[in-house]
């Protein structure tokens, strides 16, 4: 029933700077808190970043924390990942996801994910 659609990935080179979007559909965007993850060929996937359903607040992973900033945007139903300083090792497909919150909880369920975009970055 919701459908989530990223954005915005592309080849780059070491330094540089990317912002990835994610377009959801629906009516309950602004009931769900939203998060960001990436996956890497070979790897696990690894949980970036988190937003509250009304925005006011954010989560960072220490390993991306400073350099990444998640952010959203209720009115326009998107959810958005700011990239700084770009390294080889961020190489990876990103996905975004989101849902309600587990019941008495602050814990997203994240049943809704993205198809992926592509992030590349070279030396």
């Known amino acids: 029933q919701v459908q989530l659609v990223e954005s915005g990935g592309g080849l780059v080179q070491t330094g540089d700077s990317l912002r990835l979007s994610c377009a959801a559909s629906?009516?309950?965007?602004?009931?769900?808190?939203m998060g960001w993850f990436r996956q890497a060929p070979g790897k696990e996937r690894e949980w970036l970043a988190a937003i509250s359903p009304d925005g006011g607040r954010t989560y960072h992973t220490a390993s991306v924390a400073g350099r990444f900033t998640i952010s959203r945007d209720n009115g326009k139903n998107t959810v958005s990942l700011q990239m700084n300083s770009l390294k080889p090792d961020d190489t990876a497909v990103y996905y975004c996801?989101?849902?309600?919150?587990?019941?008495?909880?602050?814990?997203?369920?994240?049943?809704?994910w993205g198809q992926g975009t592509q992030v590349t970055v070279s030396s």
């Open positions: 996801a989101g849902g309600p919150l587990y019941s008495g909880t602050n814990s997203p369920r994240y049943d809704y």
């Open positions: 629906g009516r309950s965007f602004s009931d769900y808190a």
